[in-house]
């Protein structure tokens, strides 16, 4: 049951312990001990260093590259914070027999033991339905508009929002809303995977 802040751990895998602290820092909180390391045979090796009985637990772990390595961090240390989700990119058949690999990370991380999974600017909003327990996708444009707009880009005609590939026009439209900026879109072909 969530309490609201009442007793919130935050913990960070090796993905990137700096995010971890800066949250921690805006609200309040230590980053909680653990160590998370690898036995000589290459096996993630975690050792949380305090209790987190009836905490709110949140783990910091984007799955980034090396992907495996950061996505198996988070599964044996998780509970619930992913600001990359890692194999997002694979969330529909282009063609026979493509797997859908989205779907089976979001059941790798519910088998883990996450009852709550609070996720930033996935890369479609279909996964949101491959969760079976509940899940937040926060978006970033609000935040990220607020700070150019103290940069002076409101209503700047010098400036332009541009969306990498039509996947991306929707927040890029949002985006470049509250700029009052137009967009442009790229038009991104790729002849075979990782190419464009």
Same mark, same amino acid.
């Given at each position: 049951?969530?309490?609201?802040?009442?007793?919130?751990?935050?913990?960070?895998?090796?993905?990137?312990?700096?995010?971890?602290?800066?949250?921690?820092?805006?609200? @309040?909180?230590?980053?909680?001990?653990?160590?998370?390391?690898?036995?000589?045979?290459?096996? *993630?090796?975690?050792?949380?260093?305090?209790?987190?009985?009836?905490?709110?637990?949140?783990?910091?772990?984007?799955?980034?590259?090396?992907?495996?390595?950061?996505?198996?961090? !988070?599964?044996?240390?998780?509970?619930?914070?992913?600001?990359?989700?890692?194999?997002?990119?694979?969330?529909?058949?282009?063609?026979?027999?493509?797997?859908?690999?989205?779907?089976?990370?979001?059941?790798?991380?519910?088998?883990? @033991?996450?009852?709550?999974? !609070?996720?930033?600017?996935?890369?479609?909003?279909? *996964?949101?339905?491959?969760?079976?327990?509940?899940?937040?996708?926060?978006?970033?444009?609000?935040?990220?508009?607020?700070?150019?707009?103290?940069?002076?880009?409101?209503?700047?005609?010098?400036?332009?929002?541009?969306?990498?590939?039509?996947?991306?026009?929707?927040?890029?439209?949002?985006?470049?809303?509250?700029?009052?900026?137009?967009?442009?879109?790229?038009?991104?072909?790729?002849?075979?995977?990782?190419?464009?």
């Amino acid at each position: 049951m969530i309490t609201h802040g009442k007793n919130i751990k935050i913990f960070s895998g090796n993905s990137h312990p700096q995010l971890a602290l800066d949250i921690a820092n805006i609200l @309040g909180v230590s980053v909680g001990g653990a160590k998370v390391g690898t036995f000589s045979d290459g096996e *993630i090796s975690v050792d949380i260093n305090e209790t987190v009985r009836g905490a709110d637990v949140f783990v910091v772990q984007p799955t980034n590259a090396p992907v495996n390595d950061n996505l198996m961090e !988070l599964l044996i240390m998780m509970d619930a914070v992913i600001p990359y989700y890692g194999y997002a990119r694979q969330d529909r058949k282009a063609k026979a027999r493509d797997p859908i690999t989205a779907k089976l990370v979001a059941d790798l991380i519910t088998a883990a @033991g996450a009852d709550r999974v !609070l996720t930033m600017d996935l890369h479609a909003a279909q *996964i949101q339905g491959y969760f079976n327990i509940p899940l937040d996708n926060l978006m970033g444009v609000p935040l990220l508009a607020r700070y150019f707009i103290n940069k002076g880009f409101l209503d700047n005609e010098d400036v332009v929002v541009v969306s990498p590939d039509l996947g991306s026009v929707t927040r890029a439209r949002k985006f470049a809303d509250k700029l009052h900026a137009p967009i442009a879109i790229i038009d991104k072909r790729r002849p075979r995977a990782n190419v464009c």
